[in-house]
């Protein structure tokens, strides 16, 4: 497993438009007790560059392989696995699970198990620091899409779920102690995104 390495390894970037990690990154390092960090759909490994530079050693998943490309060129020192969430995760224990805006595209059903899964994964006391896209989230295709299920739709043909505070509450119901659920508006895309950021401990 690939292990964190100097800041100055990491390509430099301009600053990022949406830094959401940055606020969190002390509860990261201090509950994570010097395990790997968990990357639930890394993208391009933006917020991996920014977990790395604080000094954890991140695995990252991403079905894209294009995604996965960038990663590796951006955080070379990070490990990178081009595959489905739901796949087999290659490593038996984490500190911290990070998850931005990779958990709502599946069946309820399937969005549960991996929930599970996480809490399974994670140390006593780890955390889970997710994003889901918001029933607000009109931008990104909360509206005027074809319904699959409740507040589950198919967006440009591809499935795509949003969350009230309901449905967190709900999907966290077990094994969980919350730490913080907020909706925001965040700057990431061309257009304001509406998402529920969560912060969990397992219990």
Not at 60 to 71: Q, T
Not at 167 to 196: H, M, N, Q
Request: hydrophobic share 40%; charged share 25%; with cysteine.
């Amino acid at each position: 497993m690939s292990k964190a390495t100097s800041p100055q390894s990491i390509r430099t970037d301009p600053p990022p438009r949406d830094p959401w990690l940055d606020c969190w990154l002390g509860l990261i390092g201090e509950r994570a007790a010097g395990l790997p960090l968990l990357e639930l759909g890394c993208g391009g490994g933006r917020d991996t560059a920014v977990l790395v530079a604080a000094g954890h050693s991140v695995v990252g998943l991403d079905l894209s392989p294009r995604a996965i490309a960038n990663a590796r060129a951006r955080v070379p020192m990070a490990e990178f696995h081009c595959q489905d969430v739901r796949g087999a995760w290659p490593m038996p224990q984490a500190g911290a699970v990070i998850a931005s805006l990779s958990l709502h595209y599946f069946p309820w059903s399937e969005t549960e198990a991996l929930v599970n899964r996480i809490a399974d994964v994670l140390r006593p006391g780890g955390l889970l620091l997710c994003r889901l896209s918001s029933t607000n989230d009109r931008n990104f295709g909360a509206r005027d899409h074809p319904r699959i299920d409740e507040h589950f739709y198919s967006v440009d043909g591809a499935p795509k779920r949003f969350f009230d505070r309901a449905a967190v509450d709900r999907l966290f119901a077990s094994g969980w102690r919350l730490l913080g659920a907020e909706e925001l508006t965040i700057d990431r895309y061309d257009l304001p995104k509406v998402v529920w950021q969560v912060v969990l401990e397992k219990s």
